[in-house]
């Protein structure tokens, strides 16, 4: 079924306009596809909500904590008994 379309001005700086447009032509898409894309791809993340669980973790660890380095440690701790 194909989607109702609305024409639409934008205005953007030249070289934002030029470099679209190249592009487009390079990937074999018109700048209507380009855009089209490119707002899915937002619609996509805005609808991604990260899980409980990552949530309930997020920021546990200090800013100034070498998350890998205190890892490695850990492991030469736990394997060293």
Do not use: W
Request: hydrophobic share 35%.
């Amino acid at each position: 079924m194909e989607q109702e379309t609305t024409k639409v001005t934008v205005r953007l700086p030249k070289q934002d306009v030029e470099f679209a447009k190249a592009y487009a032509k390079a990937h074999g898409m018109s700048m209507t596809e380009v855009i089209d894309r490119h707002l899915r791809r937002l619609r996509a993340l805005e609808r991604h909500t990260p899980s409980a669980e990552l949530e309930a973790i997020t920021g546990l660890i200090p800013p100034d904590v070498d998350a890998e380095q205190a890892y490695h440690d850990h492991l030469r701790d736990k394997h060293q008994s």
